[in-house]
Structures are given as C-alpha cells and as structure tokens.
T-cell receptor, first 122, second 106 residues
Framework: VQLQESGPGLVKPSQTLSLTCAVSGGSIRSGGYYWSWIRQHPGKGLEWVGYCDYSGSTYNPALKSRVTMSVDTSKNQFSLKLTSVTAADTAVYYCAAYNFGSGSSPDWFDPWGQGTLVTVSS | DIQMTQSPSSLSASIGDRVTITCRASQSISTFLNWYQQKPGKAPRFLIY???ILQSGVPSRFSGSGSGTDFALTISSLHPEDFATYYC????????FGPGTKVDIK
C-alpha cells in the first residue's frame, strides 16, 4: 500500500482545510487498517488528528469539534476536513495507515504519505 | 489521554557510539509501544512495534525494550544514516506520540 496526500497548500483563516489521501497498491476496503491523519507543526513533534474506516471515525479530542474524516471507496481514497482554521493549524499533514498487524486493534502507523504543508494565512 | 515523554530531548553522539533513548508513558501500556525515525523533510519511518519487535528491513543495530511505563530504544553502533529524530508512540488507547529525541553528530 502507498499513500499520497493532495490539497491546497494555502488556506485562509476561518476557512476549511480539505485534504485527500489516495491509496494505491491495495483496496481501502480490504481491512486491517484505520486510515489516519497526523500533523506536524513546523519544527515540532507529531500530533495524531484522527482515523476512520468505512464504519466510522475517531478523532483527537483536542480537535474533535472541527474535524471530519471520511472514506470514499469508489475512488480508493480518504479525506480530512478541518473547519475554522487559524495559524495554529499550519503544519505538515501526513496521511498514514494505522495498521492492525496480526492483532484485533490498531497498533502502528505504516505506511505514511510523503506529507503536505498547509499554511493558514490571509 | 496517555501522555508520552522522552529523554533526552536531544543528544550528540559520534559514529560507532551506543545510544539509548528512553520513553515513558503516563500509565501502564503493556508493550503497546512503537518507535519511528524521522529525517528532515521526510515522513517518519516505522522501526519497532510492540516495544521490541523490529519491522522488516530495519537493521539489527536497533533494538527496543521495556514494558508497562518505561521503554528504551537502543542503537548499538551509530551509523551516519542514523542521525535523525526518534519518536515513540503508544497504541494502548487513542494514539499519542512522544515529543521526540534528536540525535545529531558530535
């Protein structure tokens, strides 16, 4: 499985950030993954944003009121929407597969997309 | 949320040095602990899962240990390509990452 993010690199304050992650090399419906977004503020660490599959989604409580994720099985991709953005949402956004491995719950993030920088500025 | 801490936040080391990075969870997470390596401008690379199991393709100089709340990543002999930032991540509950440890050249 390979992942590739796409979307605008510049978003105005108060608007909605929208990103898509295309999944190749496998079906998004195949199971064994939760489809995830992780962001990294410039020069900072990794922050999990949320994950989804075709049955639902789970979000970081700190972002929950502004985040929506969804899976589009027809296009083999998943998406992130973050509303009411501010400069604090400027970050590199990674999509990643939260991998179940051989267990019954998700465990590690692999693979990752290359990341896309989203800047919030007027 | 389970909080993750790492120490040190950065370290300087030489080629061939043995390096150990520690990661601590705010509550017991059994062995639900993973490690990643990140180089500037790149996505993180998955190294170790369930505290001590090397992902396929990861050199054997990397090892992980620990359980409960205290964990460690050890590089037995630093290679030039190992200079990077390392993150731990718990998967016991909704995932959280440690703040990272930057390993740079002395």
């Amino acid at each position: 499985v390979q992942l590739q993010e796409s979307g605008p690199g510049l978003v105005k304050p108060s608007q909605t950030l929208s990103l898509t992650c295309a999944v190749s090399g496998g079906s998004i419906r195949s199971g064994g993954y939760y489809w995830s977004w992780i962001r990294q503020h410039p020069g900072k660490g990794l922050e999990w944003v949320g994950y989804c599959d075709y049955s639902g989604s789970t979000y970081n409580p700190a972002l929950k009121s502004r985040v929506t994720m969804s899976v589009d099985t027809s296009k083999n991709q998943f998406s992130l929407k973050l509303t009411s953005v501010t400069a604090a949402d400027t970050a590199v956004y990674y999509c990643a597969a939260y991998n179940f491995g051989s267990g019954s719950s998700p465990d590690w993030f692999d693979p990752w997309g290359q990341g896309t920088l989203v800047t919030v500025s007027s | 949320d389970i909080q993750m801490t790492q120490s040190p936040s950065s370290l300087s080391a030489s080629i061939g040095d043995r390096v150990t990075i520690t990661c601590r969870a705010s509550q017991s997470i059994s062995t639900f602990l993973n490690w990643y390596q990140q180089k500037p401008g790149k996505a993180p690379r998955f190294l170790i899962y369930e505290a001590s199991i090397l992902q396929s393709g990861v050199p054997s100089r990397f090892s992980g240990s620990g359980s409960g709340t205290d964990f460690a990543l050890t590089i037995s002999s630093l290679h030039p390509e190992d200079f990077a930032t390392y993150y731990c991540q718990q998967s016991y509950s909704t995932p959280t990452f440690g703040p990272g440890t930057k390993v740079d050249i002395k």
